[in-house]
């Protein structure tokens, strides 16, 4: 188990010799303690960046040699997915199987960037025409520089991957800064890029508290996963140096589950949209907004498969919903739980810590029913297994209460009217939409949002392009002199 720092291909401490306990939020207990990172280490991976990019080391390869370390990280991830599902597990809290999906996704993203990297080969260039026949045009895409990549702890290898994966198939070079709390399958990563023969300082990985990435002038590109509040500190740092800047931030989403619905299939989404990943996903349709028409009976079958669900540790047999990720992140969530309470908001189900659990920060599956649009629980993003419930009428006022959010990362919408479908994703105002869905995710398909939800997109060759620069080149050929100031 690795837990020093990797700057410029070498694993170091971290100055002063720092160090920060990592603990698993099941049972409190300490899993590692690990190199905890100060300013000058992460200025030092900085500076390892961004001399491996002005060496032209990797950013000089062809995509299709980048690739080939791509191919070969995927491949070390497959090849110890139970070991590093298991870590995110006791790291993060979530159940094993989600860990073992997640690792396979962060896999399959090396792959698919491996291939993304092979494509660029194949059009190196495009034309431009022109309208001047003097002159010829093309325009050229290059790796944009050195790539300042930020992670929650939500998913912490997969959101790594989701931003290092494509920086490095541009042919960038890239400081990874895990969350404080999760770093620990970022540093299998480092061990899996050192292993695979990755050039030095391609890829720097710096965990605990380091602090200056996004403001160092030497970083030429910054990505965020996170808070609104981090997202927006980031923000100012970027437009500070005038570089920049894709953020992924909170959310507040919106399922619409109109009356054709079929109630079990309603239930099960509802619950995959906010138990899942025990409510910390920043696109949670953690308010659900029922046709009045099936309201009562999906509220009863809600209510009782929600009791259902399994409580405990991430490796035992079995486990629906873990433990929230830190004692912090617990302590938020049942303020906010307090808060609804306090606001008169009905609480019907959940609530409270579990009984039988004297350790761990594990709170049960929430359900508020008939919640006012004006509750704060409404309106702010909790980032737990809490769930704000309330009926519509009509197409048009179901919209209107899901487009009254500051929030605009995710959406879904339930029915067997294909056309409706159809028209109410168009008229929902945010950036991903799913229909009779909830939450599946695709690393083929752009990701990201609107409004306070963060700006630009992820994934897909959208996920790429946020690593390249275009570059006109232009050639007068014309043996006639230009003649503007020379007299002929």
């Known amino acids: 188990m690795q837990t020093k720092l990797y700057i410029n291909g070498e694993f170091v401490d971290a100055e002063h010799g720092a160090t920060l306990d990592i603990i698993n939020p099941a049972d409190e207990s300490i899993i590692a303690t690990i190199a905890n990172s100060s300013s000058q280490d992460a200025a030092n991976a900085v500076q390892a960046a961004r001399h491996a990019f002005d060496s032209g080391e990797w950013s000089g390869l062809t995509g299709k040699e980048r690739a080939r370390y791509l191919y070969a990280m995927g491949d070390a991830i497959r090849n110890n997915l139970q070991a590093i599902s298991e870590m995110e597990t006791l790291d993060n ?17 090396f792959s698919f960037y491996a291939k993304l990297a092979e494509e660029l080969d194949e059009n190196p260039e495009e034309e431009i025409k022109l309208g001047d026949d003097r002159f010829t045009s ?17 998913f912490p290898l997969l959101m790594a991957a989701w931003k ?13 800064k895990p969350s404080t709390q999760t770093p620990m399958t970022a540093l299998w990563l480092a061990q899996i890029a050192h292993e695979v023969g990755l050039p030095k300082g391609v890829l720097n990985i710096v965990t605990g508290g380091g602090s200056g990435i996004t403001s160092s002038p030497l970083v030429d590109k910054l990505a965020f996963t996170g808070s ?11 437009a500070a140096g005038i570089k920049p800047v894709t953020l992924e931030l909170g959310g507040k989403s919106a399922l619409l589950i109109f009356d ?43 209510i009782a498969e929600s009791r259902k669900i399994k409580i ?16 912090k992140q617990y302590n938020d969530v049942l303020n906010y739980i307090q808060i609804g309470i306090d606001e008169g908001c009905n609480l019907v189900s959940g609530g409270k810590r579990p009984d039988g659990f004297d350790k761990g920060y594990f709170i049960e599956p929430t359900i508020f029913a008939d919640v006012d649009p004006q509750a704060r629980i409404w309106k702010e993003e909790i980032f737990g297994p809490v769930v704000c419930i309330r009926s519509f009428a009509t197409e048009e006022e179901a919209v209107k209460l899901a487009n009254d959010s500051e929030f605009g990362l995710a959406a879904a919408v339930m029915s067997k009217d294909k056309s409706r479908l159809d028209r109410v994703s168009r008229n929902l105002d ?59």
Not at 165 to 170: F, K, Q
Not at 228 to 238: N, Q, R, W, Y
């Open 93 to 109: 809290g979530k159940p094993y199987p989600e860990a073992e999906w997640d690792i396979t996704d962060a896999a399959d993203c």
């Open 138 to 154: 093309k325009a050229i895409r290059q790796p944009i520089g050195v790539a300042g990549l930020i992670v929650p702890f939500n």
């Open 164 to 176: 290092v994966a494509p920086a490095l198939a541009a042919g960038c070079t890239a400081v990874l």
């Open 228 to 238: 609104v509040e981090t997202g927006s500190t980031v923000m100012k740092a970027a």
């Open 260 to 302: 054709d619905t079929d109630i079990d299939a309603a239930v099960e989404w509802t619950m995959f949209g906010i138990f899942w990943n025990k409510g910390e996903v920043c696109s949670a349709t953690s308010r659900v907004l029922v046709h009045e028409n099936i309201y009562d009976a999906f509220m009863e079958k809600l």
């Open 312 to 327: 405990g540790h991430g490796l035992e047999e079995g486990i629906k919903m873990g433990p929230a990720v830190s004692e």
């Open 430 to 488: 945010a950036g991903i939409i799913w229909t009779n869905c909830s939450q599946p995710t695709f690393v083929e398909a752009p990701w990201g949002g609107r409004k306070k939800s963060g700006i630009g997109r992820e994934l897909g060759h959208w996920g790429l392009s946020n690593y390249l620069t275009t570059k006109q080149i232009t050639d007068f050929h014309s043996e006639e002199p230009w003649g503007w100031y020379l007299e002929n």
